[in-house]
């Protein structure tokens, strides 16, 4: 909500199902384990309407860290399905392919390699943003994905599918560059 206020956005944490119904564009954060964070959202009130006002009104959706893992059909690190709105699982770094440098979970900063022209990635060419996470995803559908990194191998770190937006960073730890990025979906969606 900082960051909006940073760049001028009147931005609500909503708490009930009337206030997202409301909503023009929903950021999704998440943070924490998979299953835990899949097992609150799907006892919650506001699933219903997520689902509503996502898949049917195709409300911009940006789900942040584990909130865009969550859009997937599931993780390595659960049990339990994931939503499913985009094609891929998230899986667990694999340490044998990464120097002695490299350390799991993939904390700090990364160079973001943008794969393909989008709204979101306006302004953000050279830039960084702030990651910490233990998984990733895999098995994507190329054409969902926006942007990459490297971390011991390649692997996706930015999705879009409709007007469905993952990434797996942190914009409101990344500065500048986060900044950007949520005037982006702010003004571009």
Not at 1 to 19: C, D, H, L, T, Y
Not at 135 to 159: K, N, R
Request: a neutral charge; hydrophobic letters at 40%; charged letters at 20%.
């Amino acid at each position: 909500q900082n960051m909006f206020r940073k760049i001028g956005v009147r931005a609500v944490i909503a708490s009930s199902p009337e206030q997202l119904l409301k909503a023009e564009k929903i950021v999704f954060p998440g943070m924490g384990a998979f299953d835990n964070c899949m097992s609150l959202y799907n006892r919650s009130e506001i699933k219903p309407v997520i689902n509503e006002i996502v898949l049917k009104k195709k409300i911009p959706f940006l789900g942040i860290c584990v909130g865009m893992q969550m859009l997937m059909q599931g993780s390595e690190e659960g049990q339990l399905p994931g939503l499913g709105w985009i094609k891929g699982m998230n899986k667990r770094f694999n340490s044998s392919l990464m120097s002695e440098n490299q350390k799991i979970p993939n904390i700090g900063w990364h160079e973001l390699r943008i794969n393909k022209p989008s709204p979101l990635m306006i302004g953000l060419e050279n830039s960084r943003f702030y990651f910490a996470h233990s998984y990733h995803l895999s098995d994507e559908s190329q054409a969902d994905i926006l942007g990459t990194e490297e971390h011991g191998y390649e692997y996706t770190v930015a999705v879009e599918h409709e007007n469905i937006i993952g990434v797996q960073f942190h914009p409101e730890k990344s500065h500048r560059f986060g900044l950007q990025l949520l005037k982006n979906f702010a003004e571009n969606y």
